[in-house]
């Protein structure tokens, strides 16, 4: 089950609309927070091509595999591993950002409806850039543009790295089934996040220039999953805030499931299948529609942002296309009480 929402502003983060679909990089103590064994997946998003030059806009691929519980022996604790990876690349300059991080949660089960988890993230982050599809003013001669003319700019150019460090904090809460007979589920998720704890220097003009040090970004979530009684509707409602230096971000939407075939109850050979669609608004930015289909093991979904912000003249509300694909190797040994507070409450699109 699934949400969307990005990061945007002027931050140097990677932005997905479908954020819930990469978990890691709103809040570290997600990671494990799902009913299997493992989760797998993989996230692309383009957007800005309309205003970008040459149709170099921006280009994020994402891949996460997560294990639920390495302590299968546990039943009121879990200690789950994550090793997520993504590249970003943007603009004429092709400026470039790959980053690899390990997260490490761990969650304590309070009782059989709730859950509290704590996670922690340390990675490394390669950045590079090109100049040579940048045209500079000085290279305009007489009015003319000339290749060969220098640029001025003989510093910028340099390669960097860092290490980078995150750590959050979650509370689930779930009652209730899933199912056509009843459907009266009620769960409801809520964490904290803090990343670039050690405030990285980040300078493209090599070691003889200090550079600008990284934001801390802080990140909330809230999120609720409502079983409409009865019928094969549930309705997932969300906020997500997020703020980095001076630039923030508040998203709000939900999103409704339709139930096509049902889930075994007892057996979990039947994994069933649904239907996902939704509508957010992020304040000020853009409005996002879903669209996302499971089947098994398997959960698909779409999306596609509009821009409403100043840049539509330029964009001609364009935003950008997102497209993420999961997989869940099932557990049906888990026991009923650890499944209902463990599995990711909602937003799984």
């Known amino acids: 089950m699934g949400l969307l929402f990005c990061s945007y502003a002027s931050s140097q983060d990677i932005h997905f609309s479908q954020i ?10 997600l990671s494990g927070s799902f009913y299997g064994d493992y989760s797998a997946e993989v996230n692309y998003k383009n957007q800005w091509n309309s205003a970008a030059q040459n149709g ?10 997560e294990m639920q519980n390495i302590f299968k022996h546990s039943s009121s604790s879990y200690f789950s591993p994550a090793l997520s990876v993504f590249e970003d690349k943007s603009g004429d300059a092709h400026i470039s950002q790959f980053e690899a991080n390990l997260t490490l949660a761990s969650g304590v089960f309070i009782n059989d409806n709730s859950c509290f988890a704590a996670g922690l993230q340390g990675g490394y982050s390669q950045n590079s850039i090109s100049l040579s599809g940048i045209q500079w003013n000085s290279q305009y001669i007489n009015g003319a543009y000339d290749p060969t003319a220098p640029t001025g700019e003989s510093s910028l150019g340099n390669s960097f790295s860092y290490a980078d460090f995150s750590a959050g904090m979650a509370y689930y809460y779930g009652a209730g089934q899933e ?20 405030h990285p220097s980040t300078s493209y003009f090599g070691q003889s220039f200090p550079g600008s040090q990284l934001y801390m970004k802080y990140t909330g979530f809230a999120n609720m999953e409502i079983g409409i009684p009865d019928s094969k ?8 805030y997020l703020q980095q230096g001076p630039a923030w971000e508040f998203d709000a939407g939900a999103k409704i499931r339709y139930e096509l075939t049902a889930k075994s109850q007892y057996t979990g050979n039947n994994k069933g299948s649904a ?4 509508a957010y608004y992020r304040v000020g930015d853009a409005a996002t529609f879903l669209a996302g289909y499971e089947w098994n093991n398997f959960v698909l979904g779409c999306s596609y942002d509009f821009n409403l912000s100043s840049l539509t003249p330029a964009t001609h509300t364009a935003g950008g296309f997102e497209i993420s694909l999961r997989f869940i190797n099932f557990n049906t040994n888990i026991r ?7 599995h990711r409450l909602m937003f799984m699109n």
């Open 56 to 65: 170099n806009g921006y280009h994020t691929t994402a891949a996460t595999i």
């Open 20 to 29: 819930f679909e990469n978990p890691l990089s709103l809040n570290p103590a």
């Open 233 to 240: 509707i549930t309705a997932f409602p969300s906020i997500v």
């Open 336 to 342: 009923e009480g650890d499944a209902a507070v463990a």
């Open 179 to 198: 199912n056509m007979t009843s459907n009266d589920a009620l769960k409801g998720s809520a964490g904290v996040a803090i990343f670039h704890v050690s």
């Open 275 to 278: 239907l996902d669609l939704g």
